[in-house]
């Protein structure tokens, strides 16, 4: 069964405090891992999608990295902005489901 | 540009009643679903159609039906509700028919409360 572990699940930083968000992952023959922003009260927004192992794609502070195993969320010199519940989630191709963490939220203080 | 739109925001039940959950696109996606989050879970599956004209059940699927009444709008309907169904409930769509790897794009949920 595919399994999506998020930690931690808080994290209060500085502004401008960089730190990592990670989720470790367990599927048959990953299709996809997705990021996801959800602030409170809204729905989830989607921010990355990474593929396989070694890819990395990046959005204003925020950069996404995979291996086979995790992905991190890590996030440079971060903004009271920047506040949100980050959603990880990944698509297995041994079964059609989506299979969401149970998020990780961050808390930037000024 | 609305994205999705979930009708109502808030809504109060008592046991046993029923009610319909609205959701609509105007992206012309393929693929809609409807999920429910509870504190300390994962967002959670309930159906989803691939394409107009079909649902499939999800993870969680008891006690509740839906229909895609055309491209553009999915409705999620809880004939007898009970507090296990207290929740925030989430449509989403998606480009790809099935559940492929395009990103889904979320509305910002209905607070459903059943005393």
């Known amino acids: 069964e595919d399994q999506v572990t998020q930690s931690p699940e808080a994290l209060r930083l500085q502004e401008g405090e960089s730190s990592s968000l990670n989720c470790s992952y367990t599927v048959s023959g990953l299709r996809g891992l997705f990021w996801y922003r959800q602030d409170p009260g809204k729905g989830p927004e989607f921010l990355f999608t990474l593929y396989s192992a070694g890819e990395e794609k990046e959005k204003e502070r925020l950069k996404a990295t995979l291996t086979k195993k995790e992905s991190f969320l890590h996030i440079t010199a971060p903004k009271p902005e920047d506040s949100a519940t980050y959603l990880c989630a990944v698509k297995g191709g041994g079964s059609e489901k989506l299979v969401f963490g149970k998020g990780t939220k961050l808390t930037v203080n000024p | ?115």
């Open chain 2, 1 to 115: 540009n609305a994205g999705v739109t979930q009708t109502p925001k808030f809504q109060v039940l008592k046991t046993g009643q029923s009610m319909t959950l609205q959701c609509a696109q105007d992206m012309n996606h393929n693929s809609m679903y409807w999920y429910r989050q509870d504190p300390g879970m994962g967002l959670r599956l309930i159906y989803y159609s691939a394409s107009e004209g079909t649902t499939d059940k999800g993870e969680v699927p008891n006690g509740y039906n839906v229909s895609r009444l055309n491209k553009r709008e999915f409705s999620l309907r809880l004939e007898s509700a009970a507090p296990s169904q207290t929740s925030v409930y989430f449509c989403a769509s998606s480009e790809e028919r099935g559940q492929g790897t395009s990103p889904l794009h979320f509305g910002n949920g209905t607070r459903l409360t059943v005393t």
